[in-house]
């Protein structure tokens, strides 16, 4: 089955820094998307991608859909408390009814 | 647009009772649901898929007769958790695609139900 891998598991950074973390696919993805979770909610859609190679900001956020459709990264520059919580980048799967399958995240801390 | 709204967002019931929480798509039209439960410090996982007008479609492993799911209109998916047992205590989360966003997946905020 199709196996997706998010790095790192955690990150521990001083408010200010930049971030970046990746996710890889051992299948080819047709759509990415990058999910911020904050404690107690639901994920909340950060930025989509539709097509190989495709780099799209949103503020401070900055993904990019990797050339082969098999990997994603996603960076937050300039990080500030609130860009605290878990990080997803779910497979996709099911056609036209989008059915999600979550991987286990990055954790990302942020100290003042 | 495209906002997604739970219902309750947490809830406490005594074992043995049922708990029925909402989904709703405010405004857009959902053919299609999603519900999920996450532990606490672990990923979400997919339960079923709810399809307006017709049976919901469950993963490996999820009991379809303790988790009855209902998607009776275009903005509202229904999960009934059944004579709710401690270990049914989990965070539950539904999410939906649809409108002008295609390709793209919205949670709501998720319910808590703990169960004693």
């Known amino acids: 089955g199709q196996q997706l891998n998010q790095s790192p598991q955690s990150m521990f950074i001083q408010e200010g820094e930049d971030v970046s973390m990746n996710c890889t696919s051992s299948?080819?993805?047709?759509?990415w998307l990058w999910y911020k979770q904050d404690p107690g909610e639901g994920p909340v859609l950060l930025i989509a991608?539709?097509?190989?190679?495709e780099l799209t900001s949103n503020g401070r956020l900055t993904a990019q859909f990797g050339i082969t459709r098999k990997d994603s990264f996603l960076n937050i520059s300039a990080s500030i408390p609130s860009d605290v919580g878990i990080y997803f980048c779910?497979?996709?799967?099911?056609?036209?009814?989008?059915?999600?399958?979550f991987g286990k995240g990055t954790l990302l801390t942020v100290n003042p | 647009g495209a906002v997604v709204s739970q219902h309750p967002s947490w809830v406490i019931c005594k074992s043995g009772t049922s708990v029925k929480i909402e989904c709703r798509s405010l405004?857009?039209?959902?053919?299609?649901m999603f519900w999920y439960r996450q532990f606490p410090k672990q990923s979400l996982m997919l339960m079923a898929t709810?399809?307006?007008?017709?049976?919901?479609?469950?993963e490996q492993g999820v009991e379809k007769d303790k988790f009855l799911i209902n998607h009776a209109s275009l903005t509202l998916s229904t999960l009934t958790v059944t004579s709710a047992h401690p270990e049914d205590s989990s965070f539950y989360i539904c999410?939906?695609?649809?409108?002008?966003?295609?390709?793209?997946?919205?949670f709501g905020e998720g319910s808590r139900l703990t169960v004693l």
């Open positions: 299948s080819i993805f047709n759509t």
């Open positions: 991608l539709y097509k190989a190679g």
């Open positions: 779910p497979s996709r799967s099911g056609g036209s009814n989008y059915k999600l399958t």
């Open positions: 405004d857009f039209q959902a053919t299609t």
């Open positions: 709810s399809n307006e007008g017709s049976k919901a479609t469950y």
């Open positions: 999410s939906a695609s649809g409108g002008s966003r295609t390709g793209e997946l919205f």
